[in-house]
T-cell receptor, first 114, second 111 residues
């Protein structure tokens, strides 16, 4: 199994508070991704990273920012959480060196914004 | 616009009853089509990659096929442990690993 750890696994917060989700990998892979999964929408890409300090937006990036200061860590930040950001968030890494669709996912972080 | 549609949304089978799941796609230059399995409360697990029409991949009771417009995931003689949500995703040519996912088919296999 790919070494991907997400934290926290569960979080309940209030509207307007900042939230940071962490993804840690032990595979030394260059590409990392953040997806959200919602009923009726499936998995949607928020942001991705193709190297340290190299990131780009996905299809649902509004309200989210990311940072990658080390190869192994990819952080997703909600600067001011809203109820529409209640979701399950998945981090993923590419299965090989380079961008590919063979992704390995973490266990997910369930976020509830009240 | 790149799009992936999976059908049916849900499928109930008896153990041993073979069937197929469908994934229809519209993409500007297919770089790859991917199948994933997702168990409740878990992240998706990679199953197959298909790159060109006519290609087939097999793994145990699962077989994935690809045409120019759709992919099928055939399940032969399923067992209860095959119960899961199956996700299809496409990667467009030139995309840096970004995938477009379908909404999935939830399969339940009853003993």
């Amino acid at each position: 199994d790919a070494g991907i750890t997400q934290s926290p696994r569960h979080k309940v917060t209030e509207t307007g508070t900042p939230v940071t989700l962490r993804c840690h990998q032990t595979e030394n892979h260059r590409y990392m991704y953040w997806y959200r999964q919602d009923p009726g929408h499936g998995l949607r890409l928020i942001h991705y990273s193709y190297g340290v300090k190299d990131t780009d937006k996905g299809e649902v990036s509004d309200g989210y920012s990311v940072s990658r200061s080390k190869t192994e860590d990819f952080l997703l930040t909600l600067e001011s959480a809203t109820s529409s950001q209640t979701s399950v968030y998945f981090c993923a890494i590419s299965g090989r060196e380079g961008p590919a669709g063979e992704l390995f996912f973490g266990e997910g972080s369930r976020l509830t914004v009240l | 616009e790149d799009q992936v549609t999976q059908s049916p949304e849900a499928l109930r089978l008896q153990e041993g009853e073979s069937s197929s799941l469908n994934c229809s796609y519209t993409v500007s230059g297919l770089r790859g089509l991917f199948w994933y399995r997702q168990d409740p409360g878990k992240g998706p697990e990679f199953l197959f990659t298909l790159y060109s029409a006519g290609e087939e991949k097999e793994k145990e009771r699962l077989k994935a096929t690809l045409t120019k417009k759709e992919s099928f995931l055939h399940i032969t003689a399923p067992k209860p442990e095959d119960s899961a949500t199956y996700l299809c995703a496409v990667q467009a040519a030139g995309n840096t690993g970004k995938l477009i996912f379908g909404q999935g088919t939830t399969l339940q296999v009853k003993p």
